[in-house]
């Protein structure tokens, strides 16, 4: 499998990062293991559980599918926003936190967007 293959894993929880750093910061400087993820307009997302994912250009809009049918938009992600899915039960969701069941999110590219996808760790430590 890919890194970027759209099957996901097991994961359940999804956490948004509104700031995860500023343009020419770390996020700028590829590691081994960093894939460009290149989105067109109205493409959906879906993350792998293994990654986490930072906004270099577009925008992502992030909507939560509620039990009673409602689509719900929790964030629209800028450049220098980041995601990461983690492990978790789904009660753990806590959207003062900006934490969301990951089965019931929703992520679209609003016109052409680029993430770059890199084996979850900087994000993943800020929780």
Known sequence: MSPESPETSPSNLLRLVRKAGPPGSWLDRPGDEDVTVTLVSSQLFHPRADREYH???GLLRVSELLPDGREVTRAILQPGAGLSSLPGDPG??????????VERMIMMSLGET???SRPRTILSKER
């Open 55 to 57: 906004l270099k250009a």
């Open 92 to 101: 753990q969701a806590n959207a003062a936190e900006d934490v969301y069941p």
């Open 114 to 116: 680029e993430l770059l």
